[in-house]
């Protein structure tokens, strides 16, 4: 039976919310006044919702029951049921909105005939709206968010009048379609074990939530959830994980924390414990892990299953032959070539990129070593950042590398993955982060990507700064931070052996001026300084004329003239 409850007879004068507020402060109070209510003693169920109350009972006598005393009881307390509304000893009946019968729920056809019936909307106002009579039944429809995504598409252009595409239009009507053909969906059992069919296309967390029902098995729910913007810009294989984490959240709003066997066509707990650390941030792939890995109430099978149907029929699939592991290295390498593990017989090099400020002053270095050698190092303009350096020496590293065969270690997260994994992301949407803004240093990483082509063989491995390892990998390791840093010194300490002007000019002036050099190493030196100024203002083309003037200036115009005039 399911009753309408539309009303008390008096109202609280107190109520502050007035009748804006009324229906919550109605289902609140009707709870409070339920709790108080004795069921009679045969089996049964009763739920409420606000003003609208299910009650659920195995036999007709117990319905009938449960019905007269309810009944009563809400007369005693001051509530009036509407007639019109109730439904008494059915087998199926309307509430909330869905039919519901023994053991399945379906949309009620009065929904789904008004939304058939809802002409296209010409405004954003106009589509929200229809958006929101649609998500209420997205656990009806298969690929609601695949449906719905180019419909989306129109309000992003922040115009408030909408323009309708050919994709737009045919969506909207493949969606009306699928409301009024929607099936059946089963109740709830919590005794019968759950399985879950999780898949992802074009960005969107697909799943099916089902129970068996003899040899076949019943949807329970469809999901249909969109991935954040991070997750979108993994490779096919980690937004599966993605995906099948998202869906189990779902279903565990459905499950009650029973057992749930997910079916899956990769292999994503082997890609969630390999190369989830190339893309995912510690904190998500802790959070992956403890949905997936931890939870005793999970369970993945990797299939061959790619389709709803398939799995509906009851099918347990076949072991799949996909390798996520190899497809994600060949997709989303920089270099066809390039590998994250060891070359066997190659030389071993380490980068290492340093930025420190000392006493207010920043000091940047990079240096490319051997476990034993320094190959190169040198400073870096004192505005690099550490991030920077790093990409700047094993851009180094790569350059030299031209023509050989060599593994690289490099203590930075960021630099090893630029080369292993997100050249791909950024040749499909620019050099743009998740946010749509430009990324950082993107002329080095343009640099560092070219570079990566010039070695015969190369591998790049990511090893931890200052990690207790091998002995020859820890001593090239120390030995690189150690040489970044010594590098970044190195223009200050080149700043310190400059005299400067003044300096130079009253040293010369005492040595030539006390040995009577006048006529020969001033006019020596003249021609030099000239000669050196000719030169340098060549290679400066059309601004000639300024360069000479600089170099005069730094010079500094009056002791450049009473130096000419010395001999005079």
């Given at each position: 039976m399911r009753r309408g409850l539309t009303e008390l007879i008096e109202q609280p004068a107190s109520d502050s919310g007035g009748f804006k507020n009324s229906p919550t402060l109605f289902g609140e109070q009707l709870a409070k006044d339920l709790e108080s209510w004795e069921s009679p003693p045969e089996e049964g169920k009763l739920l409420q919702y606000v003003d609208d109350i299910l009650i659920a009972t195995r036999m007709k006598e117990a319905c009938v029951a449960w019905t007269v005393s309810l009944l009563n009881f809400l007369g005693l307390q001051g509530y009036r049921v509407s007639t019109k509304k109730a439904q008494v000893v059915k087998q199926k009946v309307v509430y909330l909105g869905y039919e519901i019968s023994a053991g399945q729920q379906t949309l009620g056809q009065d929904r789904k005939e008004a939304i058939s019936q809802t002409p296209r909307p010409q405004t954003v106002k106009e589509l929200r709206t229809f958006f929101g009579m649609?998500?209420?039944?997205?656990?009806?429809?298969?690929?609601?968010?695949?449906?719905?995504?180019?419909?989306?598409?129109?309000?992003?252009?922040?115009?408030r009048n909408l323009q309708w595409t050919k994709e737009a239009t045919q969506a909207f009507h493949q969606l009306k379609n699928a409301l009024m053909s929607a099936p059946a969906l089963g109740l709830l059992n919590v005794s019968k074990p759950f399985f879950l069919f999780s898949h992802e296309k074009q960005g969107i967390a697909l799943g099916i939530l089902a129970q068996d029902l003899g040899p076949y098995?019943?949807?329970?729910?469809y999901f249909s959830k969109q991935l954040d913007t991070v997750a979108k810009g993994w490779p096919g294989c980690l937004r599966a994980v993605a995906?099948?984490?998202?869906?189990?959240?779902?279903?565990?709003?459905?499950?009650?924390?029973?057992?749930i066997t997910v079916f899956v066509s990769y292999?994503?707990?082997a890609v969630l414990e390999v190369k989830s650390g190339h893309w995912l941030s510690p904190q998500r792939f802790l959070n992956y892990q403890a949905i997936m890995v931890e939870q005793d109430d999970v369970e993945i099978v990797v299939t061959n299953i790619i389709n709803p149907a398939s799995f509906l029929s009851g099918s347990q699939g076949e072991p799949v032959h996909h390798d996520c592991l190899e497809t994600i290295e060949d997709s989303y390498s920089s270099c066809p070539d390039l590998k994250d593990t060891p070359l066997d017989d190659p030389e071993t090099w380490f980068t290492d990129g340093s930025s420190y400020v000392i006493s207010g002053k920043r000091h940047a270095g990079y240096a490319v070593t051997t476990c034993r050698k320094v190959i190169e190092s040198g400073p870096l303009p004192t505005d690099t950042s550490a991030q920077k350096a790093e990409i700047i020496a094993l851009t180094r590293a790569l350059e030299i590398a031209k023509g050989k065969k060599?593994?690289?270690?490099t203590d930075s997260r960021y630099a090893f993955g630029v080369v292993h994994t997100r050249e791909a992301i950024w040749k499909e949407r620019g050099l743009l982060n998740?946010?749509?803004?430009?990324?950082?240093h993107s002329q080095e990483i343009?640099?560092?990507?070219?570079a990566v082509q010039l070695p015969e063989q190369v591998a790049t491995m990511h090893i931890k700064a200052l990690q207790k390892v091998s002995s020859e990998l820890e001593e090239g390791n120390e030995l690189t931070d150690r040489e970044a840093k010594e590098a970044a010194k190195v223009r200050e300490e080149h700043q310190k052996t400059h005299w400067g002007i003044d300096a130079l000019y009253n040293y010369l002036i005492e040595k030539i001026t006390a040995r009577n050099l006048n006529s020969t190493v001033i006019q020596d030196i003249i021609r030099g300084l000239d000669?050196?100024?000719t030169k340098a203002s060549t290679l400066q083309g059309q601004n000639e004329k300024r360069f000479n003037r600089n170099i005069r200036n730094r010079i500094g115009g009056l002791k450049w003239n009473r130096f000419r005039n010395i001999n005079e």
């Open positions: 649609t998500g209420w039944c997205r656990l009806w429809i298969h690929s609601y968010g695949l449906l719905v995504k180019p419909l989306y598409a129109l309000i992003t252009n922040g115009s098995r019943r949807a329970v729910a995906a099948v984490v998202m869906n189990i959240q779902e279903a565990h709003k459905f499950t009650l924390g029973q057992k292999t994503v707990p060599v593994n690289i270690y998740s946010q749509g803004k430009n990324i950082k343009l640099r560092l990507l070219e000669n050196m100024v």
